[in-house]
């Protein structure tokens, strides 16, 4: 902010105004640990810039300045001719630059125990692990009994995609993000994996199709494919009113909700995640 990077915090209510905070209870404990070396980056970075941070498995905390991303690791003095010179961010204690174009210096959001999910910071993933392992076991519910040919539409950097390869014989994982869809190939290499542009028009006859779209929800003409290509759709909603718009147009092409369930993974805002199941 304007008194050099110091302040981290929130929006005050109708205003621009930004109120320093030293704590926040939904940030996971390593994040609110780094706090104080966060701000330590955050006031050498130029007035206007975002730092976006993560955690992964081992706690390993990982931040982005820009195009560069940075680890926190014990404070050392960054001026070094393995580095560029005259950087005050460089210099920063507690934070280390790493290569960002290399998938394994990316933390591992995966929840406990589950396939490893790497991505920078930058690239979407859930607010934090324990939700995510509630959605992806919702899913896993949805999906039905042994699935054959699934596709996955908005798939991300393969989130839900870990699980599908594991359930089903075959899986199309598409996502109008290359970037995300490199990061996917990385983490699932076993799907097909597509951009959007180069799904086959129209789309393969699958046992199920799995959609997490913006909150704009499915635009008309992908709803129309997928409703004619599956059997089953699994819709992750992060927005209910778009699903409940969709859901009325899947009932005009002849489909009905089986079942769905709603999750907070988000306290204290009013979004909401819903994972519904629609069959024909």
Do not use: K
């Not at 994982?173 to 990385?186: I, L, P």
């Amino acid at each position: 902010d304007e008194r050099g990077g110091q302040a981290i915090g929130f929006r005050a209510r109708r205003s621009h105004a930004l109120v320093d905070v030293r704590a926040c209870p939904l940030l996971a404990p390593p994040l609110s640990a780094a706090l104080p070396a966060i701000r330590t980056l955050a006031a050498a970075a130029p007035f206007g810039s975002e730092i976006e941070i993560l955690v992964g498995a081992g706690d390993r905390v990982v931040a982005r300045l820009g195009d560069r991303l940075f680890a926190l690791g014990p404070a050392v003095n960054l001026r070094s001719p393995s580095t560029a010179a005259n950087s005050s961010v460089e210099s920063s204690p507690g934070f280390v630059p790493i290569a960002a174009d290399s998938p394994t210096t990316w933390p591992d959001v995966a929840e406990p125990g589950a396939r490893p999910l790497r991505i920078p910071p930058g690239g979407f993933s859930q607010v934090g692990r324990a939700a995510n392992a509630a959605l992806v076991a919702a899913v896993d519910r949805a999906l039905g009994p042994s699935p054959t040919d699934v596709l996955e539409l908005f798939a991300g950097s393969g989130n839900f995609t870990r699980l599908l390869v594991a359930r089903a014989a075959r899986v199309i994982a598409n996502d109008g993000d290359a970037a995300a869809v490199a990061r996917g190939r990385h983490n699932v290499p076993e799907a097909d994996w597509r951009l959007t542009h180069q799904l086959p028009n129209p789309l393969p006859a699958v046992d199920v199709a799995v959609v997490d779209p913006p909150r704009a929800g499915l635009d008309a003409r992908t709803l129309d494919a997928v409703a004619v290509a599956a059997r089953r759709l699994v819709y992750v909603s992060c927005d209910p009113q778009t699903l409940a718009r969709d859901a009325g147009r899947l009932r005009a092409h002849g489909w009905r909700l089986e079942q769905a369930a709603a999750f907070d993974l988000m306290p204290q805002t009013h979004h909401v995640e819903v994972v519904a199941c629609f069959v024909r």
